[in-house]
């Protein structure tokens, strides 16, 4: 295992790397020039020359890159162009928010997503069943800024049960919990459901019962371990773009976050925050994944035992 985690972190590296020469590329590639957009139209030329030589924008293509890499490596992400404050600073003050929203998101969507799911599967054609299947198909068709809006106009303004925006408490984070959590819980809850229901028509689910096994047994000891791969995927999955997906629900609920500095960034052509920003993303993303596969091993004995085989092979 310890041998195929290493594999796993070398080949993050030609990926991180991949990633980060396309969006160097894509930045500088982008209409408009950063030394223009800080000291605005009135600048003279001198001025500009003399911010783009600060900047190192006078200087070719590669050698920015490779700069940049290189002091990526020793963990310098340099200024940012927009406010002048070292970008790891800004990027640590606001990543607090984007953790407790994309945690707290997870543990909700988790926390409904997966017992109704099963629920679903159980009850197969039941009136349980349709309403599930016709609310996660309600919850993943509404947008994740009018299902927002809606739910500030009735908890917020309608009944006064909760703040209108993040005000760093937990009821400031409710309503963004429940709004980027909605379409993530619809597809968890779809493919919970059908995942149960293919493990459950198998030949030792039938088996178990025929042994006087309950149905609490049958459920959650045999068919729900058999039936995790594919939810511990999709959970994995949505947790990772969690993180760097949540530029709209920040907007609405008026939290600082990644999201919108992501996105302010990319506006004022900020090359180091934008930089730094999807370097951490692809490293979060990257991490996720290796962690999903490792849980793989371990909710399926099977994987293990054929991952050792393949290794006395090769020996």
Do not use: C
């Amino acid at each position: 295992m310890a041998r195929y985690i290493f594999k796993r972190l070398l080949l993050m590296i030609p990926v991180i790397l991949g990633i980060s020469l396309l969006v160097f590329t894509m930045m500088d590639m982008s209409p408009g020039d950063p030394a223009q957009i800080i000291l605005g139209i009135k600048a003279t030329p001198e001025a500009l020359a003399d911010l783009r030589a600060q900047m190192g924008l006078d200087q070719p293509f590669w050698t920015r890159y490779l700069s940049f890499l290189t002091n990526a490596l020793r963990g310098d992400f340099g200024s940012s162009w927009r406010t002048n404050l070292p970008v790891l600073q800004e990027i640590m003050e606001r990543l607090p928010n984007t953790i407790r929203l994309a945690l707290g998101a997870m543990f909700l969507m988790v926390l409904v997503g997966i017992p109704v799911g099963i629920l679903s599967a159980v009850k197969q054609y039941s009136l349980l069943d349709n309403l599930t299947l016709t609310g996660a198909l309600i919850f993943s068709s509404m947008p994740a800024f009018w299902l927002g809006t809606l739910l500030i106009l009735l908890f917020a303004l309608k009944l006064s049960w909760l703040p209108t925006m993040g005000d760093g408490s937990f009821a400031g984070y409710i309503l963004p919990w429940v709004t980027l959590a909605a379409s993530s819980l619809a597809t968890l809850v779809r493919m919970t459901r059908s995942s149960m229901l293919e493990v459950i028509r198998a030949d030792y689910i039938k088996m178990a019962r025929a042994k006087g096994a309950n149905e609490r047994q049958v459920i959650f000891r045999h068919a729900l371990r058999n039936a995790l791969l594919p939810i511990v995927t999709i959970v994995g999955m949505n947790f990772a773009s969690l993180l760097g997906g949540t530029v709209i629900i920040e907007t609405v609920f008026t939290l600082n976050g990644l999201g919108s500095l992501a996105i302010t960034s990319v506006r004022q052509l900020d090359v180091p925050m934008v930089m730094a920003e999807v370097l951490f993303i692809a490293l979060t993303t990257s991490a996720v994944n290796l962690i999903v596969d490792v849980l793989y091993v371990y909710i399926d004995p099977r994987l293990k035992s054929q991952y050792v085989k393949a290794r006395k092979a090769r020996t």
